[in-house]
């Protein structure tokens, strides 16, 4: 029993090390993925428009903060619609 109290033990004070070393290296790698964007090229914001809209695309240009790209597209009942996609989260406003 006592040998058994001692290896859970010892499993767990290994576990709790393992944890603590590999915790910076998730922090790490959550910060970096909180930067990365969403969207990456005016194709992508595109396809993402077209998916949601359906319809023809007719323009894509990217913002002047390079915060994102604003599409032009012609939906099948002929309306126009503008919108904005985040490149940092990957929302269409607008």
Known sequence: MKVLSFIGMMALLGFSVELQAYQPVMYAQ?????????????????????SRFGGKVL?????????????????????VVSVFVDAKTGKIKG
């Open 30 to 50: 959550a910060k970096a993925n909180h930067n990365q964007l969403k969207v990456t090229s005016a194709s992508q914001a595109a396809h993402l428009v077209k």
């Open 59 to 79: 323009k894509v240009s990217k913002s002047k903060g390079n915060t994102g790209y604003r599409v032009k597209l012609v939906k099948k009942n002929g309306h």
